[in-house]
């Protein structure tokens, strides 16, 4: 055959050598496009340039690389990795019990005077008595002969009222108690308030946390406002106890009837929270009788009392105050009201 046939017949099956391996190559290119697209998410060609499956890394760095956008690909969270930092729980805000009001965020108030109770047994301690055996006792033996010696026809005939046999017949120590509607204790001494706030786990207010407390959040001179109104707290009554009984405000400090005089058919001493217009308003709550009602004892080993009492010729509000008795003294116009610190909520 001649040189130049045979060349012609060799073209074409070189060219169909190259076709069909350029086939085969595409082919496998479009194999292993699909693999890595199943396995690793690899880009085609098409979109930029081809990426190693297996490890993810691209030309010049360790990260993928979109080639036409030029951006770096975040890599994927791990599987399993721990959960990053909680924000941290909200403190719990220290509050007060459910008888007692908090204060300027500080501290806790009893919300009414207080009611005294045995500490061992519960049982309710007279209010008109002094809260101790011996006290209540002798108290009583004297009050049986003198209130027939004093006072017209009508007081003589006034009987006492009763003492439980049982405050007569052995020793006990009082807890104060915090109550609405009820006539509260009279006839304390400093120290027995002082003991009665500490076995309801309290204490005495001092003279500032009592102020403050009474001043409310307006911090004015009387629970309703800054200025005296005539009965708007039970204070400067139109009568005196022991000038209705005795005919003496002087006399028979220790009667105990002086707590149940009537004036008008109108009691004196009012059951606690009773006067609605005698509250100093703390955080939506309020504190009964501050001022007025009775005396209340604070944290003062000399002897001091504060708020004035039903008949306490005063208009001073929450700045009553009387000092010229020591923590011993007791009479019907001396009361008890505790503060307690503020305790976490669990």
Not at 18 to 30: D, F, H, T, V
Not at 54 to 67: E, K
Not at 68 to 75: I, T, W
Request: aromatic share 6%; net charge neutral; hydrophobic share 40%.
């Amino acid at each position: 055959m001649p040189a130049r046939s045979a060349e012609r017949s060799a073209r074409p099956r070189a060219v169909r050598r190259r076709l069909a391996a350029a086939a085969r190559g595409r082919a496998s290119l479009a194999a292993a496009a699909l693999a890595c697209a199943a396995l690793a998410g690899c880009r085609s060609e098409r979109d930029g340039g081809a990426a190693d499956a297996g490890a993810g890394a691209v030309d010049g760095g360790a990260g993928a690389v979109d080639a036409g956008a030029g951006a770096v690909e975040a890599a994927p969270p791990l599987v399993g990795a721990p959960p990053g930092p909680r924000a941290p729980a909200p403190v719990a805000e220290p509050r007060c019990p459910p008888e007692m009001v908090r204060v300027a965020r500080r501290f806790c108030v009893d919300r009414y005077e207080a009611v005294l109770l045995d500490r061992e047994t519960g049982l309710e301690i007279s209010a008109f008595y002094p809260p101790s055996r011996q006290a209540a006792a002798s108290v009583e033996r004297a009050w049986s002969k003198m209130r027939l010696q004093l006072g017209d026809a009508e007081a003589r005939s006034m009987e006492l009222p009763l003492l439980p046999g049982w405050q007569k017949q052995r020793e006990f120590e009082p807890r104060a108690v915090s109550r609405r509607g009820v006539l509260p204790q009279g006839y304390t001494t400093g120290a027995q308030a002082e003991l009665a706030c500490r076995n309801a786990g309290k204490r005495l207010c001092t003279l500032d946390e009592w102020r403050t407390a009474c001043r409310g959040e307006r911090d004015e001179q009387f629970p309703y406002g800054p200025t005296y109104a005539d009965g708007k707290c039970n204070v400067f009554r139109e009568a005196h106890p022991a000038g209705v009984l005795h005919r003496d405000v002087s006399l028979g400090h220790s009667d105990p009837r002086l707590n149940l005089v009537r004036v008008a058919g109108a009691p004196l001493l009012r059951r606690t929270g009773e006067t609605a217009t005698c509250a100093s308003a703390w955080e939506g709550d309020a504190i009964a009788d501050m001022v007025g009602n009775l005396d209340e004892w604070i944290d003062d080993p000399e002897g001091t009392f504060v708020g004035g009492f039903y008949a306490r010729a005063t208009r001073e509000g929450c700045m009553a105050r009387v000092a010229s008795h020591d923590f011993t003294y007791f009479d019907y116009s001396t009361g008890v009201r505790c503060c307690a610190d503020l305790r976490e909520t669990p």
